[in-house]
């Protein structure tokens, strides 16, 4: 069992920076594949960035490549998510999912979601 609680969202002004966390509770985290999505009002949830278990691989949508960074910590039982360069449409509800390989919207795992909002 994983049980996961995301904090650093907020209000931001376009071209700014924010780093969302994700702190992980569970004796077997480190052996999760954990993911970043969002969803905007209106709009379907969707996926942002993954990192594998070890950390030495990582994926992210078209959209972020570039402006966001995700990491884990292991020794931390914390995944984050350094966003920069921020844009109006980044704005929305983030959450962090995971799951044993591949993390998809159908994963068993997921925080409560903190707001980002990007102001123009």
């Known amino acids: 069992q994983v049980q996961l609680v995301e904090s650093g969202g907020g209000l931001v002004q376009a071209g700014g920076s924010l780093r969302l966390s994700c702190a992980a509770s569970?004796?077997?985290?480190?052996?999760?594949?954990m993911a970043w999505f969002r969803q905007a009002p209106g709009k379907e949830r969707e996926f942002v960035a993954v990192i594998r278990w070890s950390g030495g691989s990582t994926h992210y949508a078209d959209f972020v490549k570039g402006r966001f960074t995700i990491s884990r910590d292991n020794a931390k039982n914390t995944v984050y998510l350094q966003m920069d360069s921020l844009k109006p449409e980044d704005t929305a509800v983030y959450y962090c999912?995971?799951?044993?390989?591949?993390?998809?919207?159908?994963?068993?795992?997921w925080g409560q979601g903190t707001q980002v909002t990007v102001s123009s």
């Open positions: 569970g004796r077997t985290f480190s052996s999760y594949a």
């Open positions: 999912a995971a799951d044993r390989v591949v993390v998809t919207k159908e994963s068993p795992y």
